[in-house]
């Protein structure tokens, strides 16, 4: 259980650490290629959404350097960022990943939209190879274990989320939503179902830009919208009360001179703007303008914060099993690391019998079936006894710390060979190159 | 007796005064309710003793201090009306401080009538103090309005998630309430002013109006920023920081017309 896992979250690291984290989707499969390549690292992934960026690696002897691997990759000084960075290893990463699967570990806590986006990240992973054996075993059992959380804790039940959160907020503006206009920019799930929790409330119209004017006609279509060109965003977003947005744009699109544009032709009509793109959407002295009101996806963490209380208790259940989950994953890992010897032992052992009885079949010459019986379940006997103390022995030991030694010395005893240790070492070799 | 029932009403409102305090650090719906029962509790004796004086016979509340009781009277109708329309005592914060102060100079003691036997035309003074009154009024509401826009933008944009849980209204609800006060207080203002002036001119023992008398500059100035306020937020919708500049500057110059009957030559019509 070598894993290690490093990271930056909504709450160990501003906006606008996290901006410079931020990895677009279609670079995460070269970020991944980059990690493996790394020294120390034989299986790595990445995790990148609005709120975190985490590096997930199980290691060749226990530590690597992630830290020098996130400087290298962002070009970012060591002051910069060490400051928020947070760093797990074995079960601490396990647990972490866990909650993070689970939700436990979300701006808003028990919101369903983080176990999608691991999914994602590690489907992403998994197809450049980065993700095997280990990595694999460790982000299953997560799945599963964000499932049992979901469906035995009412965790996720509560309608608390970004979205609602907008619309609790939009109300505070405008009072009723009642024949308010939405506009989307930048077709995105979560606009999406922003969007859906505001109409639900009475908006009476929505708009949708799209830097692919396809899925902005997509997504109008759902809502019985309009359409818009992106070139036009800026001449008919002030027709809109609320304004959705999560572009992919490194940049800010909505700064203070547009802001300016949009109040003056609305007649200082206040503005709302649910800004949930990392990097932000809306720059932050466009948010100083009287009658601008943008909230970014941290902002709408602290709004949301007051409601998590009441999922304290729950959230403490999840805990727990969390907590069991982690001691079972980890007993169950070690017992696999003793299966190899077993089976390699077993199969050499029965490559002996095998030969022993051709050799005595030689001198003995044709036997009837009763006798080929017979010495077949003499042999099979004799090995099943003599090897019931040792692999006991193994599984017990598999659950305590001493495994690794007991496996050791089953396998010098027996002079085994490893078939699988032949791969981390043929993985130094490309991983050390300086 | 006139005055023991006002005593009684500013006893009530001394209640929402606590309120008004407290409303701006905590919500609690309970004091709130406390707060709009013992309000209404108030208005009934102020009205008792407003009866009182009426039912005396003679338009008494020429007297500065009646004046003052009357506009208490009309604030606290406004505040009303504006809780039934939007179901919230958020204006009390500035509506009930003041209503205080003023209930509590015109409970202090009942002034000798000064004016009634000089002015020839008792209908437009009636008219006059009702108008104005009602114009004050609204102005106050707006005043207030704006103050608790400003508040309100303030906690939006501060992004605690205690804005969300805050006692005021709706930004837009607060600017609707500002808004219409504004629009309603105006002609009442404007017909209050002019019907002002007839009184003024057709009074037997003046007969010439000083133009440069503080009381008409001031009233003239306070109009004149109550018409660039009914203006500006027409034509450009200014609302926020600057509406309530001009709100304050628009209540400033009103109570300081309003101060002038203590040292107008005209408005108390003593000799």
Known sequence: MRFQLIGVNHKSAPLEVREKLAIPESRLPDTCRDLTAYPGIEEGMVISTCNRVEVVAHTTNGSADLRGFLHEHFHLKPEELDPHLYEFREKDAVRHIFRVASSLDSMVVGEAQILGQVKEAYATARAVGAVRGQLDQLFSRAFAVAKRVRTE????????????VAVELAKKIFGTLQ??????????????????H??????????????????????????????????????????????????????????????????????????????????????????KLDGIFAYDIDD????????????????????????????????????????????????????????????????????????????????RGIINKVMHTPITTL?????????????????????????DAAAPSKKDEVGTRH | MSLLWLRFALGCYLIGLVYAFVALSRTS?????????????????????????????????????????????????????????????SPGVVVFPVVFFLTFVAALDQQPVLLTQFVSHQ????????????????????????????????????????????????????????????LLGFPFMTLGLITGSVVAITAPTIGRVDF?????????????????????????????RRAAFLATFAFVAALAAWAANYFSTIHRFAS
């Not at chain 1, 830097?211 to 279509?221: K, V």
């Not at chain 2, 008219?127 to 707006?142: D, E, P, R």
């Not at chain 2, 008409?216 to 034509?235: C, E, K």
């Open chain 2, 212 to 240: 440069l008398d503080p009381k008409i500059l001031l009233s003239l100035l306070m109009w004149a920023v109550y018409m660039i306020m009914v203006f500006t937020r027409w034509n450009s919708g200014w609302r926020g």
């Open chain 2, 29 to 89: 719906d309970m004091f709130s309710r406390i707060a709009l029962h013992a309000a209404s509790l108030g208005m009934v004796f102020h009205f008792v003793s407003l009866a009182e004086l009426f039912l005396s016979g003679q338009v008494v509340w020429a007297s500065v201090h009646n004046g003052e009781s009357l506009l208490a009277f009309f604030s606290m109708t406004f505040f009303m009306i504006i809780y039934a329309i939007y179901q919230t005592t």
């Open chain 1, 179 to 196: 024949g308010k206009n939405v506009f989307i920019v930048g077709a995105g799930k979560m606009s999406e179902l922003a969007a859906r």
């Open chain 2, 123 to 182: 209908g437009w003074l009636i008219a006059h103090i009702v108008l104005i009154f009602t114009g004050y009024a609204a102005l106050l509401v707006s005043f207030g309005a704006s103050l608790l826009y400003l508040l309100q933008e303030r906690r939006l944009k501060a992004k605690r998630p205690t804005s969300l849980i805050s006692f005021l209204p709706a930004l837009e609800v607060i600017d609707q309430i500002g808004y219409r006060s504004l």
């Open chain 1, 395 to 419: 599984k017990t030991a598999a659950k305590e710390s001493e495994a690794t030694t007991v496996v050791d010395v089953v396998r010098r005893l027996f002079n085994l060979r490893d078939k």
């Open chain 1, 300 to 379: 709408l963490q602290q709004a949301v914060s007051s409601h998590v209380a009441d999922r304290r208790k729950e959230a403490e259940l999840a805990e727990a099993i969390i907590t069991s989950e982690v001691e079972r994953f980890e007993a169950r890992l070690s017992t696999l690391d003793v299966v190899p010897t077993i089976v390699s032992l077993q199969d050499h052992l029965e490559t002996i019998r095998q030969a022993e009885i051709d050799r005595v079949r030689g001198r003995l010459g044709q036997m009837t079936p009763e006798q080929e019986i017979a010495v077949e379940a003499l042999t």
């Open chain 1, 198 to 287: 505001l109409m639900a409330h009475g908006c009476a119209s929505i708009f949708v830009a799209n830097r692919t004017y396809d899925r902005a006609i997509g997504l109008a279509q759902k809502f019985n919208g309009q359409a818009i060109k992106f070139e036009d965003l800026y001449n008919s977003c002030d027709k809109a009360d609320i304004v959705i947005t999560s572009t992919g744009a490194p940049h800010a699109i909505f700064r203070r001179e547009h802001g300016e544009q949009f109040l003056a032709r609305r007649k200082n009509r206040p503005m709302f703007f649910i800004d949930i793109a990392v990097p932000r959407d809306v720059s932050p002295d466009m948010a």
């Open chain 1, 153 to 164: 804790t009412a965790v996720g039940s509560s309608s608390v989320s970004i979205a609602s």
